[in-house]
């Protein structure tokens, strides 16, 4: 069966942007503005407070692993409070070797090693809707050493480079993910697919996206009834069953578009529409614009 985990990270389409040692000694701390790529960092020492705008404060230790799929604006400090220095994390130029806060010289307090990177999909706003804005995991010891490889892989100039970037960036995406507690998640794909009803029907939906699914067939899929179907998707994901699969479909749809050579009558059966002219509708109430304008105006880009 289909994994709907696995097919909206792909979906994503992630690629290794930057990655970096960051330290801090003394008294410190950073102020980063609203970023909205996502970021992440694996703790390798030490200990340091982070301040994620509408969170509490979240200490971070040696081992722990931290991923923001839309990094918000955040502070970053040591142990000892002090007054943040402004950083634009869009305006700041990619510096060679360790990244250091707080006193030069000595030993550092705390070390990290860190980075972030885009989302190619034209839909991640979408498919980012579906994630925790913040994992915080601690002791997974395979994300410290996937973190350690982008890392590794960021700096080489070796040939195949960015195909290995965007792979383990999928991977280290997929084991956070999954590594993370689904129960008691925000709404999104990880608590939906903690529900053991939800993620059958969750997982009949992505493999058959062209199916002409009904409320009632989903709900039978998922053995409830159809209100308590329709209740339990919409708190878990955020969306109500069938808002979640036109969104899906249309993210398929997207994705061939942007691909040249898929004809329309081709993307229509796939995402489960009789003709073009039915999918030509459908896909123009939802995006805003006619698919082949979608398609020349993606591939120009």
Do not use: N
């Not at 692993?65 to 000892?80: D, E, I, K």
């Not at 804005?133 to 960015?162: F, T, Y």
């Not at 009904?214 to 209740?231: G, H, I, N, P, V």
């Not at 969306?239 to 578009?257: F, N, V």
């Amino acid at each position: 069966m289909v994994d709907p985990l696995a097919e909206v990270i792909a979906q994503l389409r992630p690629r290794a942007v930057y990655a970096k040692v960051i330290s801090g000694a003394g008294s410190w701390a950073v102020r980063y503005s609203d970023f909205g790529q996502p970021s992440f960092c694996t703790m390798l020492e030490g200990e340091c407070i982070l301040a994620v705008d509408g969170q509490e404060p979240l200490p971070l230790a040696a081992g722990d692993f931290l991923l923001m799929p839309a990094t918000p604006g955040f502070t970053l400090s040591g142990l000892t409070p002090a007054a943040p220095l402004f950083l634009d994390p869009r305006q700041q130029p990619a510096p060679e070797g360790e990244i250091r806060h707080g006193k030069r010289q000595g030993p550092p307090d705390m070390r990290m090693l860190g980075g972030y990177f885009a989302f190619d999909s034209p839909d991640a706003a979408l498919m980012v809707s579906l994630l925790p804005a913040l994992l915080h995991m601690r002791g997974v010891e395979r994300l410290s050493l996937l973190v350690q490889l982008v890392r590794e892989e960021s700096i080489a100039q070796r040939p195949g480079r960015d195909l290995i970037l965007e792979r383990l960036v999928e991977v280290l995406l997929i084991e956070a993910l999954r590594s993370a507690p689904g129960e008691g998640a925000p709404p999104g794909l990880l608590r939906a697919l903690a529900d053991t009803r939800l993620a059958v029907a969750m997982r009949h939906m992505h493999a058959e996206p062209a199916r002409p699914w009904t409320m009632d067939e989903l709900a039978r899929k998922a053995a409830l009834s159809r209100s308590a179907f329709f209740e339990r998707f919409s708190r878990a994901v955020g969306l109500p069953p069938m808002e979640y699969l036109l969104a899906w479909r249309m993210a398929i749809a997207k994705d061939m578009l942007r691909r040249s050579g898929c004809a329309l009558s081709e993307v229509a059966e796939r995402v489960g529409y009789s003709s073009a002219s039915t999918f030509s509708t459908a896909f123009s109430r939802h995006v805003g614009q006619a698919p082949g304008r979608y398609a020349r105006q993606s591939q120009k880009g």
